[in-house]
């Protein structure tokens, strides 16, 4: 069962669909209207539903009784009586109405892939649902069904909220004498502190997600975190491990959590796995490559210029994948991509010595045939203990500053690693050039 699921939705949601199309459209409910008018009068002929032209004061009447007496509110069913002559009549009189549903009171259990066998006796708490509206466009409860059909939808998965609805859905395909799809009522999404996920909650759409950087693999993997239906739902999996594992016996009737915390550490780790893929890290590469373009390219000054090379680009991420969440956390990091603009006053809390400094540094990396981390901070640290009266601490400031203009970053050894023997000489040189006493 599981297998025929999984491959069954999977091919569904990649092919079919408002955006892509496919052969069963209109998929626009708008572009419906006429199917949902064919199908509304199966139901008015066969006398499953009715007419309804009570207006919205009398069902406002009606609600604040019931409220007032402690009750449920509950249409009343009142229209079900009319006579084929008063509805005649109050047509021609041009009257607005409504389609409603005559919901049967014989309800019978049906057994959810979820929840097994559930009964829901619908009747006793509400009265007869409105199927079309006034303005002829379909109620939920009518068009799931009608589209689900007409679609061939062999498997409903949807939220637990739709568990009670259910038994309705059931009837009108009763109705319209249709084989009914089978159902699975997933748990809900809740937050941290134990409230509802809703989309009331500007920052958990999908646009969201993409906006802020964040792969769609991981978006998708960071769901099966937070709820069930898999043996090991703790683990990275791509879109082919997740659809080959799931399985619905394992779905969970308990609300999962949704710890934004995680997604994080899941995108991380699916930029680290792209990373060990041919064509994902290609394009991952010019993502990146394009995000600084995009950020970046309209402030440079004229004398700047950034680098977006894409070999570059790729050696930032390799280095840095592991300190990142997000590919654009190393927008952040603007040194690697455009060459500081350096003045006097960047060192003024340095040395008296700062040229000094730089002068010997430049000399030992121009020789400096390995230019790894380790054999980096080797030298560096070697240099920095033959430097008398400067604390090791000024020594790391300075060559930081000069490097990237900043006070805080990666390591030394790591800026050094990453810019390359070439573009870290030359960034020292600009800051010796400026820093060096002009009798020199």
Same mark, same amino acid.
């Given at each position: 069962?599981?297998?025929?699921?999984?491959?069954?939705?999977?091919?569904?949601?990649?092919?079919?669909?408002?955006?892509?199309?496919?052969?069963?459209?209109?998929?626009?409910?708008?572009?419906?209207?006429?199917?949902?008018?064919?199908?509304?009068?199966?139901?008015?002929?066969?006398?499953?539903?009715?007419?309804?032209?009570?207006?919205?004061?009398?069902?406002?009447?009606?609600?604040?009784?019931?409220?007032?007496?402690?009750?449920?509110?509950?249409?009343?069913?009142?229209?079900?009586?009319?006579?084929?002559?008063?509805?005649?009549?109050?047509?021609?009189?041009?009257?607005?109405?409504?389609?409603?549903?005559?919901?049967?009171?014989?309800?019978?259990?049906?057994?959810?892939?979820?929840?097994?066998?559930?009964?829901?006796?619908?009747?006793?708490?509400?009265?007869?649902?409105?199927?079309?509206?006034?303005?002829?466009?379909?109620?939920?409860?009518?068009?799931?069904?009608?589209?689900?059909?007409?679609?061939? &939808? %062999?498997?409903?998965?949807? $939220?637990? +909220?739709?568990?009670? !609805?259910?038994?309705?859905?059931?009837? /009108?395909?009763?109705? *319209?004498?249709?084989?009914?799809?089978?159902?699975?009522?997933?748990?809900?999404?809740?937050?941290?502190?134990?409230?509802?996920?809703?989309?009331?909650?500007?920052?958990?759409?999908?646009?969201?997600?993409?906006?802020?950087?964040?792969?769609?693999?991981?978006?998708?993997?960071? &769901? %099966?975190?937070?709820?069930? $239906?898999? +043996?090991?739902?703790? !683990?990275?999996?791509?879109?082919?491990? /997740?659809?080959?594992? *799931?399985?619905?016996?394992?779905?969970?009737?308990?609300?999962?959590?949704?710890?934004?915390?995680?997604?994080?550490?899941?995108?991380?780790?699916?930029?680290?796995?792209?990373?060990?893929?041919?064509?994902?890290k290609h394009k991952l590469t010019t993502e990146l490559a394009f995000a600084i373009q995009n950020k970046l390219g309209k402030r440079l000054s004229t004398h700047q210029r950034l680098n977006v090379n894409h070999?570059?680009?790729?050696?930032?991420?390799?280095?840095?994948?592991?300190?990142?969440?997000?590919?654009?956390?190393?927008?952040?990091?603007?040194?690697?991509?455009?060459?500081?603009?350096?003045?006097?006053?960047?060192?003024?809390?340095?040395?008296?010595?700062?040229?000094?400094?730089?002068?010997?540094?430049?000399?030992?990396?121009?020789?400096?045939?390995?230019?790894?981390?380790?054999?980096?901070?080797?030298?560096?640290?070697?240099?920095?203990?033959?430097?008398?009266?400067?604390?090791?601490?000024?020594?790391?400031?300075?060559?930081?500053?000069?490097?990237?203009?900043?006070?805080?970053?990666?390591?030394?050894?790591?800026?050094?690693?990453?810019?390359?023997?070439?573009?870290?000489?030359?960034?020292?040189?600009?800051?010796?050039?400026?820093?060096?006493?002009?009798?020199?």
């Amino acid at each position: 069962m599981c297998h025929v699921m999984k491959s069954g939705m999977y091919i569904y949601f990649l092919f079919l669909g408002p955006s892509i199309g496919g052969s069963y459209g209109p998929y626009t409910q708008s572009q419906r209207l006429e199917i949902y008018d064919e199908k509304i009068n199966i139901l008015l002929k066969n006398g499953s539903a009715y007419r309804c032209f009570c207006t919205p004061q009398r069902l406002n009447l009606l609600r604040k009784e019931a409220l007032k007496n402690r009750q449920v509110p509950r249409y009343d069913n009142r229209c079900n009586a009319l006579t084929a002559d008063q509805i005649k009549q109050k047509m021609e009189a041009g009257e607005t109405y409504v389609v409603r549903f005559k919901l049967p009171e014989d309800v019978e259990s049906f057994n959810d892939l979820v929840y097994g066998k559930t009964r829901h006796e619908i009747h006793t708490v509400e009265g007869d649902p409105v199927l079309i509206k006034s303005d002829k466009y379909p109620t939920y409860h009518f068009a799931n069904v009608v589209d689900d059909h007409m679609m061939k &939808i %062999t498997h409903v998965l949807r $939220g637990m +909220e739709w568990l009670t !609805s259910t038994p309705k859905h059931l009837f /009108l395909y009763k109705a *319209f004498n249709w084989t009914p799809p089978t159902f699975a009522h997933l748990p809900l999404v809740m937050n941290k502190d134990g409230s509802k996920l809703s989309k009331r909650q500007g920052d958990i759409f999908v646009e969201k997600f993409k906006d802020s950087g964040y792969l769609p693999e991981a978006l998708l993997n960071f &769901i %099966t975190f937070c709820g069930s $239906g898999y +043996e090991d739902n703790k !683990s990275i999996k791509d879109l082919n491990e /997740l659809v080959q594992q *799931f399985c619905i016996d394992k779905v969970s009737t308990h609300s999962a959590t949704l710890d934004m915390e995680q997604l994080d550490r899941i995108n991380r780790s699916h930029i680290c796995r792209n990373l060990t893929d041919d064509r994902q890290k290609h394009k991952l590469t010019t993502e990146l490559a394009f995000a600084i373009q995009n950020k970046l390219g309209k402030r440079l000054s004229t004398h700047q210029r950034l680098n977006v090379n894409h070999d570059f680009v790729l050696k930032v991420l390799q280095l840095r994948k592991n300190h990142i969440n997000k590919l654009q956390d190393l927008l952040e990091y603007e040194y690697l991509w455009i060459e500081p603009e350096l003045s006097q006053d960047h060192f003024n809390n340095t040395s008296e010595i700062t040229d000094e400094i730089l002068s010997l540094v430049i000399k030992e990396l121009e020789s400096c045939e390995v230019f790894e981390q380790d054999e980096l901070h080797q030298l560096l640290t070697s240099v920095a203990s033959q430097i008398h009266n400067v604390k090791s601490g000024v020594f790391w400031k300075t060559l930081r500053l000069a490097l990237s203009g900043k006070k805080e970053g990666p390591s030394v050894k790591e800026m050094l690693a990453i810019l390359g023997k070439e573009e870290s000489i030359k960034r020292l040189e600009t800051a010796f050039n400026l820093l060096k006493p002009k009798d020199k």
